[in-house]
């Protein structure tokens, strides 16, 4: 960057400043005290050998120059900052925050690929990244980028993890790089060279106190000074992910096996196996009982690594899990009509309120089965609130055929027993629901 400053209008003095190697390469002088001499060979090899081993010891060194200029100009450019005299070089140390290394180490510990996108030169940030005890793979330079087509670029950025003397235009163009190999990348910047891969990253992460632009262009700006709050930023992120991933398995699956039942029942019975009124007060209650699964816990091993959405897989796992629930629905139909008897219109109310409380269980029960890949409520346990809610319905759900208000809802007492056939239904369930878990997680993972 250059100024052009003036005294009185006597002169014009252009004033340069920047990385060591771009200034000294436009120089053809420099000054000791008040004697400027010719920039020769040895003097070159005795700047670039301190500022060197300034660069290895972690300080970033900005080069300033000068040029003398006629009064009568009033318009500067890229031309003119050539034949300048080195005044000299200032170091300054830009230490890593004192959060830095644990953060990188928790990341890490939840797979999260750390990347250094940097204008500065690789020594210092070599050094940088050894003192927060980041290990370095490779790295590749701002000139390595700017000769190498995308094809190879996306190949040699997998394996480096310092990328250095970058411009605005090489952060933006890896960003938009990794994103085309599969990766979800966010980008975190301060500066206005950030702008442009902060708003190319799928989330761009700003501090308060960065630049306008930077904050402008970010998605997310951090309030908090440690850079811990990247690491429950994430683990708050997959815990969101998970909680809603569950939603939409259990309900697809539950939604696929009450179809597939009630098309089999309107088949073979005499009668709606359950009428219009009953589904919507059983689905009124399962879904109330969905409210708390936002506030689930979510397994750890769930939480060390990212998850993906695949589209595919929803279906798949519909394929799965739904008929299950379809094989008890059958069951309680062959209960209700041969145990019970109840195989006439006339008694239709009874064979529905058997299917009605079986049917909303199973449906609540299968909320603990999918919600971990683990044995329910031995190996993972489920949130206060999400038991509780669970509890609720599941009383709410007996109570109804059983209590006062059966009559409203078309539904009625169900003889004792019922209730001694019903932990078995119930057992059953959850027991071959727990085997197709294990079957399908050693064929697809979960």
């Not at 009064?71 to 830095?100: C, H, M, Q, W």
């Not at 992460?205 to 440690?226: F, N, P, T």
């Not at 506030?295 to 798949?316: C, E, H, M, T, Y």
Request: aromatic letters at 8%; glycine letters at 6%; hydrophobic letters at 50%.
């Amino acid at each position: 960057m250059s100024v052009v400053v003036a005294k009185y209008d006597a002169h014009h003095l252009l004033i340069t400043k920047g990385a060591v190697e771009e200034v000294v390469a436009v120089c053809t002088h420099v000054r000791h005290d008040d004697v400027v001499e010719p920039l020769t060979m040895d003097l070159l090899e005795r700047i670039r050998r301190i500022s060197t081993d300034l660069n290895k010891e972690g300080l970033r060194v900005v080069a300033v120059a000068s040029k003398e200029l006629p009064p009568f100009r009033e318009v500067y450019g890229v031309p003119d900052e050539r034949n300048l005299t080195l005044l000299g070089y200032i170091a300054f140390l830009d230490p890593p925050k004192d959060s830095a290394a644990p953060a990188l180490q928790a990341l890490a510990d939840h797979g999260v690929t750390v990347k250094v996108l940097t204008g500065d030169n690789e020594l210092v940030t070599t050094k940088v990244c050894r003192d927060v005890g980041l290990a370095i793979d490779g790295t590749l330079s701002g000139a390595d980028i700017e000769r190498m087509p995308d094809e190879e670029l996306v190949s040699a950025i997998e394996k480096a993890t310092v990328l250095a003397r970058l411009t605005p235009a090489h952060k933006a163009r890896i960003v938009r790089l990794l994103k085309t190999n599969g990766h979800v990348v966010d980008f975190m910047g301060d500066g206005i060279n950030d702008a442009p891969a902060l708003r190319s990253a799928d989330i761009g992460i700003s501090v308060d106190s960065g630049v306008d632009i930077a904050k402008e262009a970010a998605d997310i700006i951090l309030l908090e000074k440690s850079l811990l709050v990247l690491e429950a930023g994430v683990l708050e992120g997959r815990r969101t992910f998970s909680n809603m991933l569950k939603y939409i398995k259990m309900t697809a699956s539950s939604n696929f096996g009450n179809v597939l039942s009630v098309l089999v029942a309107s088949a073979f019975l005499p009668f709606l196996p359950m009428l219009p009124m009953q589904l919507l007060i059983q689905n009124l209650l399962y879904d109330l009982s969905q409210i708390a699964i936002p506030f689930d816990n979510v397994d750890k091993d769930l939480l060390k690594k990212p998850q993906r959405w695949l589209a595919s897989d929803i279906g798949r796992f519909m394929v799965f899990f739904g008929p299950i629930s379809s094989i008890f629905d059958l069951t309680t139909y062959a209960m209700m009509w041969f145990v019970f008897n109840a195989n006439t219109v006339q008694t239709q109310t009874l064979f529905q309120s058997g299917w009605f409380i079986v049917g909303l269980l199973t449906q609540t029960l299968i909320v603990h089965m999918i919600r971990t890949p683990k044995v329910p409520f031995f190996q993972s346990r489920p949130a206060i609130p999400l038991l509780a809610m669970t509890i609720a319905i599941m009383t709410v759900g007996v109570f109804l055929p059983m209590g006062p208000w059966a009559t409203y809802f078309k539904l009625q007492p169900l003889p004792p027993l019922y209730f001694v056939c019903l932990p078995v239904i119930l057992i059953g369930y959850m027991s071959l629901t727990q085997a197709m878990k294990g079957f399908y997680i050693r064929r697809f993972g979960w």
